[in-house]
Protein backbone atom coordinates (compact mmCIF):
# COMPACT_ATOMS: atom_id res chain seq x y z
CA UNK A 1 0.00 0.00 0.00
CA UNK A 2 3.02 2.38 0.77
CA UNK A 3 4.64 1.69 -2.18
CA UNK A 4 1.12 2.33 -4.31
CA UNK A 5 1.16 5.79 -2.54
CA UNK A 6 4.76 6.63 -3.23
CA UNK A 7 3.71 6.28 -6.67
CA UNK A 8 0.98 8.26 -7.09
CA UNK A 9 2.77 10.91 -5.19
CA UNK A 10 5.68 10.74 -7.75
CA UNK A 11 3.25 10.95 -10.60
CA UNK A 12 1.42 13.85 -8.95
CA UNK A 13 5.05 15.64 -8.50
CA UNK A 14 5.91 14.80 -11.97
CA UNK A 15 3.01 16.62 -13.60
CA UNK A 16 3.28 19.26 -11.38
CA UNK A 17 6.34 19.99 -13.51
CA UNK A 18 4.60 19.62 -16.65
CA UNK A 19 3.86 22.99 -18.47
CA UNK A 20 0.33 23.55 -19.63
CA UNK A 21 -0.49 24.13 -22.81
CA UNK A 22 -3.04 26.52 -24.41
CA UNK A 23 -5.82 24.23 -23.81
CA UNK A 24 -5.13 23.63 -20.23
CA UNK A 25 -4.29 27.14 -19.81
CA UNK A 26 -7.48 28.00 -21.20
CA UNK A 27 -9.79 25.34 -19.21
CA UNK A 28 -7.94 26.86 -16.10
CA UNK A 29 -8.68 30.54 -16.64
CA UNK A 30 -13.02 29.50 -17.48
CA UNK A 31 -12.21 27.50 -13.44
CA UNK A 32 -12.70 24.42 -15.38
CA UNK A 33 -10.10 21.56 -13.63
CA UNK A 34 -7.59 20.05 -15.38
CA UNK A 35 -4.05 18.64 -15.17
CA UNK A 36 -1.58 19.01 -17.71
CA UNK A 37 0.39 15.87 -19.10
CA UNK A 38 3.23 15.42 -20.91
CA UNK A 39 3.23 16.00 -25.11
CA UNK A 40 2.43 12.81 -26.77
CA UNK A 41 5.09 11.60 -29.20
CA UNK A 42 3.72 14.05 -31.93
CA UNK A 43 3.68 17.29 -29.48
CA UNK A 44 -0.06 16.84 -28.74
CA UNK A 45 -1.23 18.08 -25.45
CA UNK A 46 -2.63 15.67 -22.77
CA UNK A 47 -4.90 16.75 -19.88
CA UNK A 48 -6.00 14.99 -17.31
CA UNK A 49 -10.05 15.22 -16.27
CA UNK A 50 -11.56 13.84 -13.42
CA UNK A 51 -14.65 12.26 -14.32
CA UNK A 52 -17.20 14.53 -13.04
CA UNK A 53 -15.52 16.70 -14.49
CA UNK A 54 -15.62 15.46 -17.80
CA UNK A 55 -18.82 16.84 -19.07
CA UNK A 56 -18.46 20.37 -18.64
CA UNK A 57 -14.69 20.10 -19.84
CA UNK A 58 -15.93 18.24 -23.14
CA UNK A 59 -18.54 20.95 -23.52
CA UNK A 60 -16.73 24.04 -23.07
CA UNK A 61 -13.83 22.22 -25.45
CA UNK A 62 -16.76 21.37 -27.68
CA UNK A 63 -17.82 25.39 -27.84
CA UNK A 64 -14.51 26.32 -28.42
CA UNK A 65 -14.10 24.64 -31.74
CA UNK A 66 -13.14 21.31 -30.43
CA UNK A 67 -16.00 19.40 -33.05
CA UNK A 68 -14.20 16.34 -34.17
CA UNK A 69 -13.96 13.36 -31.58
CA UNK A 70 -11.39 11.71 -33.77
CA UNK A 71 -11.23 8.45 -31.19
CA UNK A 72 -12.55 7.36 -27.70
CA UNK A 73 -11.24 4.73 -26.14
CA UNK A 74 -9.75 3.23 -22.96
CA UNK A 75 -6.54 1.41 -21.56
CA UNK A 76 -5.78 -0.67 -18.80
CA UNK A 77 -2.55 0.90 -16.68
CA UNK A 78 -1.82 -2.37 -15.31
CA UNK A 79 -2.91 -5.14 -13.12
CA UNK A 80 -4.53 -3.10 -9.66
CA UNK A 81 -3.95 0.02 -11.69
CA UNK A 82 -6.38 2.37 -12.73
CA UNK A 83 -8.60 2.27 -16.16
CA UNK A 84 -7.99 5.01 -18.47
CA UNK A 85 -10.98 6.61 -20.79
CA UNK A 86 -9.55 8.60 -23.52
CA UNK A 87 -10.81 11.02 -25.95
CA UNK A 88 -8.71 12.63 -28.75
CA UNK A 89 -10.35 16.07 -30.08
CA UNK A 90 -9.69 18.29 -33.54
CA UNK A 91 -10.74 21.32 -34.32
CA UNK A 92 -12.19 21.13 -38.07
CA UNK A 93 -13.01 23.91 -40.52
CA UNK A 94 -12.89 24.77 -43.79
CA UNK A 95 -10.44 27.82 -43.83
CA UNK A 96 -8.16 26.09 -41.41
CA UNK A 97 -4.60 25.94 -42.03
CA UNK A 98 -3.80 23.18 -39.64
CA UNK A 99 -5.79 21.03 -37.89
CA UNK A 100 -5.46 21.66 -33.55
CA UNK A 101 -5.44 18.81 -31.06
CA UNK A 102 -5.80 17.98 -27.59
CA UNK A 103 -6.09 13.97 -25.84
CA UNK A 104 -8.15 14.25 -22.82
CA UNK A 105 -7.94 11.47 -20.28
CA UNK A 106 -10.40 10.02 -17.56
CA UNK A 107 -8.49 7.94 -14.89
CA UNK A 108 -10.50 6.06 -13.13
CA UNK A 109 -10.75 3.08 -10.23
CA UNK A 110 -10.82 -0.63 -11.61
CA UNK A 111 -13.71 -1.44 -9.06
CA UNK A 112 -16.25 0.93 -10.66
CA UNK A 113 -15.53 2.47 -13.39
CA UNK A 114 -17.94 4.67 -14.22
CA UNK A 115 -17.44 8.04 -16.72
CA UNK A 116 -20.58 10.61 -18.12
CA UNK A 117 -21.01 9.64 -21.54
CA UNK A 118 -20.03 12.09 -24.10
CA UNK A 119 -22.39 10.86 -26.86
CA UNK A 120 -25.00 13.77 -26.40
CA UNK A 121 -21.77 15.85 -27.54
CA UNK A 122 -20.18 13.96 -30.16
CA UNK A 123 -22.62 11.48 -31.99
CA UNK A 124 -19.04 9.31 -33.22
CA UNK A 125 -18.88 8.36 -29.39
CA UNK A 126 -21.77 6.43 -29.93
CA UNK A 127 -19.98 2.60 -31.04
CA UNK A 128 -16.33 3.80 -29.68
CA UNK A 129 -18.06 4.27 -25.81
CA UNK A 130 -19.41 0.45 -26.69
CA UNK A 131 -16.36 -1.08 -27.74
CA UNK A 132 -14.84 0.43 -24.48
CA UNK A 133 -17.03 -0.55 -22.43
CA UNK A 134 -17.46 -4.28 -23.93
CA UNK A 135 -13.45 -4.66 -23.62
CA UNK A 136 -12.65 -2.71 -20.26
CA UNK A 137 -16.24 -2.54 -18.44
CA UNK A 138 -16.31 1.32 -18.54
CA UNK A 139 -19.67 2.02 -17.77
CA UNK A 140 -20.51 5.24 -19.84
CA UNK A 141 -23.47 6.82 -17.73
CA UNK A 142 -25.87 8.73 -20.31
CA UNK A 143 -24.95 6.27 -23.13
CA UNK A 144 -28.56 5.65 -24.86
CA UNK A 145 -27.77 1.99 -25.49
CA UNK A 146 -24.73 0.86 -23.85
CA UNK A 147 -24.39 -2.90 -24.33
CA UNK A 148 -22.06 -5.00 -25.39
CA UNK A 149 -21.31 -5.06 -29.24
CA UNK A 150 -18.13 -7.48 -30.21
CA UNK A 151 -18.36 -10.16 -27.35
CA UNK A 152 -21.42 -12.30 -26.93
CA UNK A 153 -24.00 -10.48 -24.24
CA UNK A 154 -23.24 -13.53 -21.84
CA UNK A 155 -19.28 -12.82 -21.69
CA UNK A 156 -18.43 -12.78 -18.73
CA UNK A 157 -15.50 -10.41 -17.58
CA UNK A 158 -13.59 -7.50 -19.74
CA UNK A 159 -11.30 -9.50 -22.22
CA UNK A 160 -8.58 -6.37 -22.69
CA UNK A 161 -8.26 -5.92 -18.87
CA UNK A 162 -4.61 -6.92 -17.91
CA UNK A 163 -6.20 -9.19 -14.91
CA UNK A 164 -8.58 -10.96 -17.22
CA UNK A 165 -8.28 -14.99 -16.82
CA UNK A 166 -9.56 -16.69 -19.94
CA UNK A 167 -11.79 -18.83 -20.10
CA UNK A 168 -10.57 -22.58 -21.11
CA UNK A 169 -13.30 -23.05 -23.42
CA UNK A 170 -16.06 -21.04 -24.90
CA UNK A 171 -18.89 -23.10 -26.51
CA UNK A 172 -19.68 -21.45 -29.64
CA UNK A 173 -23.55 -21.74 -29.87
CA UNK A 174 -25.51 -21.62 -33.54
CA UNK A 175 -22.30 -22.12 -35.17
CA UNK A 176 -24.04 -24.49 -37.66
Known amino acids: MATEETQNQN ?15 W ?9 PLPLDHRGVEII ?16 NGFN ?11 PGKELVSF ?3 AKVSDDAAS ?9 LPRDNPRVPSVYWIWKAADWQERETYDMYGIVFDGHPNLKR ?10 P ?10 YEIQHAY
Not at 12 to 20: F, G, I, K, M, T
Not at 150 to 157: A, I, P, Q, S
Not at 160 to 169: A, I, W
Open 99 to 107: TEEVRIKVF
Open 68 to 78: YLQCQGGYDAG
Open 160 to 169: LRKDYVSPEF
Open 87 to 89: YHL
Open 48 to 63: RVEADALLPVATALYQ
Open 149 to 158: MLMNEDWVGW
Open 11 to 25: EQEASQLVEAGAVSS
Open 27 to 35: LTENNLDNQ
